[in-house]
C-alpha cells in the first residue's frame, strides 16, 4: 500500500552529511555555498572525506579546522590506516584534536591504484586496530562503517558482521553504511546486526544520485549493487538533466520515506558538496531550517 506520510507528532529524523575537501578554489566557495545553505538544518554533525591514501590529509584538516572555528556545526573527520605509520597516523588525529575536532570517522582505506590491500608495515592493520589506537590518544567520538551488501573483500557476510562487532567493541559508537539502492537489503542487514546482538545505530548512508552513469561505475567499485529498476529509471534521460534531477529526487524520497515507515530515524547523507538533493530530501523528511541560529 502507499506510505503513510510523517504523522505530526513523529519526531523529524537526526541527519549527518558527508562533504569532500576541495581540490580547487572554485570547488572551494562551492563547498562553503552547500555548507551554509545545509547548516540550517542542524545536522548532528558534518564530515569531511579523506582522499585516497590520504592524500587529502591537509585539505580535510583545512576543511574540518574551518568548520570547528567558523561555525556551529559538529566537525566529524575521516581517518584512514592505508600507507602511513601508526605514528603518522596518530599524529593526523592529534592535528584534528588541536584544531578542536572531536569525531573521528575511522575507515581502513583502499590500496592506492585499486590493487588488494595489504596493512602497511608499521601502521594500522585495519578499522579496528585504529579504533582502538584512537581510543589511547584521546575521547574521541568513533563512527566507523558498514556493509548492508558485505565489503567485497569480506570472507563472508558472518565474518564481515564480526568485523563490524570488532569496531564496535573497540569503541566505535556508532555505524555508517556504505550506500545502497536497495533498501530491503539494509532493513535484512539491520535484522541481522541485532541478532549478533549488535546495538549501536546503524545509521544508513543516503547517496541521491543525479548522474546515473557515474553512479553506476562507482557503484561496480565499492559493491553497491545496481538494480535493473533504477537503471531503468533513468533510461532515456541522458540529455535531460532536469528530468534526471527529478527523477533523482523521487528514487532517493521513496528510499528514505520507506525507511522511514520501517523506524529508522537517523540518516547520513553523501551530498557530493551539492545541497539541493539533500535538502530536498530532508525537507521530506521533516527536517525544517532553525529560524533563529545555526547557520554557518
Ligand atoms: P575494515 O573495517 O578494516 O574492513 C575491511 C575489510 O577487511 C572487510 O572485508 C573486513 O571483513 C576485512 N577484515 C577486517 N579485519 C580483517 C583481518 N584481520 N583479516 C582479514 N580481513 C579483515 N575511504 C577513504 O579512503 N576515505 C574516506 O574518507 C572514506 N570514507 C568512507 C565513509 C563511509 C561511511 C564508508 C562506508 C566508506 C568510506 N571509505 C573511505 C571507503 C573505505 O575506506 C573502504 O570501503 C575500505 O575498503 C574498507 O574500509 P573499512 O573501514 O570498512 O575497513
Known sequence: GPLPARQADQAPPQLSFEFFPPRTEA?????WACIRRLAPLRPRFVSVTYGAGGSTHARTHATVSRLAAETDLVPAAHLTCVGATREEVDAV???YREAG???IVALRGDAPGGGAYAPHPGGYDYACDLVAGLRRIGDFEISVAAYPETHPAARSPEDDLDNLRRKLDAGATRAITQYFFDTATYLRFLDRCLAAGITAPIVPGIM??????QAARFSAMCGTAVPAWLGHLFEGTEEDPEIRRIVASIVAAEQVRTLQANGVDEFHFYTLNRPDLTYAIAHILGVRPATASGAA
Do not use: F, I, K, M
Request: glycine share 6%; aromatic share 6%; net charge positive.
Open 27 to 31: 570547488l572551494e566557495q562551492q563547498l
Open 101 to 103: 575536532v572531536r569525531h
Open 208 to 213: 541521491p544520485v543525479s548522474n546515473y552513469a
Open 93 to 95: 588525529a592529534r592535528g
